[in-house]
């Protein structure tokens, strides 16, 4: 990775804080080559939409305090409020090699220690919220905020343990009160399937 030179594979911004990039190893059809991005949500957008026939091989994320790359499956997140952890493309995620160094960072800006399989869960959830799941303007509930119902439905799938982790994240996305399956728009009759 070159920063200030090459581009970020989603967003096709400059590379130009390397703390916060992150890359997939992909094959295709016996040929492997690296997709770079500014930031880890980009990363995640671009294989939660789908990769087509390439298949990952390996993700890596840079540790936020001492650049080195990681593998992200080892790599350790703070997910926090873009407001108060900036990063490129303002999802407020960062990686590191040791836990111990993540929750220092919790320490400072606020949010929450993840592994990479509840990081991609939480983005999920915040992009369904604001976009709607493919991609699309998400319909207004009766709040200001975007519509629970996607949410509702990204939640499910987790276990209870987890729902409770991410219940108080998207409730700030949504500006509003996110009780889980609690809330009116999570009950069956109201939650898409």
Not at 81 to 101: Q, S, Y
Not at 129 to 136: C, E, H, I, L, V
Request: proline content about 4%; overall charge negative; some cysteine.
């Amino acid at each position: 990775m070159r920063p200030g030179r090459d581009q970020c594979a989603e967003c096709g911004m400059l590379i130009s804080e390397d703390r916060c990039s992150s890359a997939l190893l992909l094959e295709q059809d016996g040929h492997r080559d690296y997709a770079l991005f500014d930031d880890i949500g980009c990363m995640l957008d671009v294989e939660r939409s789908g990769l087509g026939t390439r298949k990952v091989v390996e993700r890596y994320v840079h540790d936020h305090n001492d650049k080195a790359w990681v593998k992200a499956e080892d790599a350790v997140f703070l997910l926090a409020d873009p407001e108060m952890l900036n990063t490129p493309m303002g999802t407020g995620m960062i990686g590191f090699a040791k836990r111990a160094d993540a929750e220092s960072a919790q320490a400072k800006h606020g949010g929450r220690v993840l592994d990479y399989g509840a990081l991609m869960a939480a983005r999920a959830a915040r992009e369904e919220a604001r976009r709607g799941p493919q991609g699309k303007a998400a319909p207004q509930s009766r709040h200001s905020g975007p519509s629970t119902d996607r949410v509702c439905v990204v939640l499910k799938g987790l276990e209870s343990e987890e729902k409770a982790r991410h219940s108080e994240y998207l409730g700030t996305l949504l500006r509003q009160p996110f009780v889980g399956e609690h809330s009116e728009s999570c009950r069956p009759e109201h939650a898409a399937s």
